[in-house]
C-alpha cells in the first residue's frame, strides 16, 4: 500500500516510516508533485490536519493523512498549543521556540504539559481521525540531541529523560505521534 503523508517535515517522515510495517510505503509531498505550502489556518489542532489532508486529497486525489501536533502547557493556558511550530515567530526556529517558551515559564512553579497529535487520514472517500498524547513536564534547561521540536525540553511521565534522549522506537513507543501513529497503522491492517 502507497499513501501519502501531507508534510513538508522531513523529521515527522523519518519518524512515522521508522514506525510503518514494510507492507505500507509513504509518499512524501515532493513525490507527488506538491511542492507549494499547505496552508494552516484553523484555529485548532484537528482542523490543521483536516485541512491538510482535504488539501492533498481534493488537489492531487491520492489517499493521504496529515497530522498536527501542538504542545499543551497548563501554566500558559494550553498554549502555545496550535501556534507551537511558530511560537517565537515565523521563522519557525525550534531553539528561538523553546528559548521563549522556557522565558515564559520562569516564574511559573506548574510545568505540567501534554504534547497532542491529531491524524486525519483520507482513504476511500472517507475520513478518519486518530488523537495521541503524551503528558509530562516541561525541563528548566535542554537535554538531549535526538528529536526536533520542544523533545529537548520535554520529560514525559514515568521517566527520568527528556524525548531529546530517547531512540526513534523508545520516541515511537510512548510520544503522542507514536500513539496516534499506531492507531493510524491499525486501522490501515484492518
Given at each position: 500500500m502507497k499513501i501519502v503523508f501531507a508534510t513538508n517535515n522531513k523529521n515527522k517522515i523519518i519518524e512515522v516510516q521508522s514506525m510503518l510495517p514494510k507492507s505500507i510505503a509513504l509518499l512524501s509531498l515532493p513525490d507527488i508533485g506538491c511542492l507549494e505550502e499547505i496552508p494552516e489556518t484553523s484555529d485548532t489542532i484537528e482542523g490543521n490536519a483536516i485541512l491538510k489532508a482535504n488539501y492533498?486529497?481534493?488537489?492531487?486525489?491520492?489517499?493521504?493523512?496529515?497530522?498536527?501536533?501542538g504542545l499543551e502547557v497548563e501554566a500558559l493556558d494550553?498554549?502555545?498549543?496550535?501556534?507551537?511550530a511558530r511560537y517565537a515567530g515565523e521563522q519557525k526556529s525550534d531553539d528561538d521556540n523553546?528559548?521563549?517558551?522556557?522565558?515564559?515559564?520562569?516564574d511559573k512553579p506548574n510545568r505540567n504539559a501534554q504534547f497532542k497529535t491529531v491524524i486525519a487520514?483520507?482513504?476511500n472517500g472517507k475520513q478518519h481521525l486518530f488523537t495521541?498524547?503524551?503528558k509530562g513536564t516541561i525541563t528548566f534547561e535542554k537535554t538531549g540531541n535526538q528529536g526536533?521540536?520542544?523533545?529537548?525540553i520535554f520529560q514525559p511521565d514515568g521517566f527520568k529523560k527528556t524525548f531529546a534522549q530517547f531512540s526513534l522506537e523508545e520516541k515511537g513507543k510512548v510520544s503522542h505521534r507514536g500513539k496516534a501513529t499506531q492507531q493510524l497503522i491499525d486501522y490501515l491492517k484492518n
Open positions: 492533498v486529497t481534493q488537489k492531487y486525489g491520492y489517499n493521504c493523512f496529515a497530522d498536527d501536533t494550553g498554549g502555545p498549543g496550535v501556534y507551537s523553546m528559548a521563549k517558551l522556557l522565558q515564559n515559564l520562569i487520514l483520507n482513504i495521541g498524547i503524551a526536533f521540536g520542544y523533545d529537548p
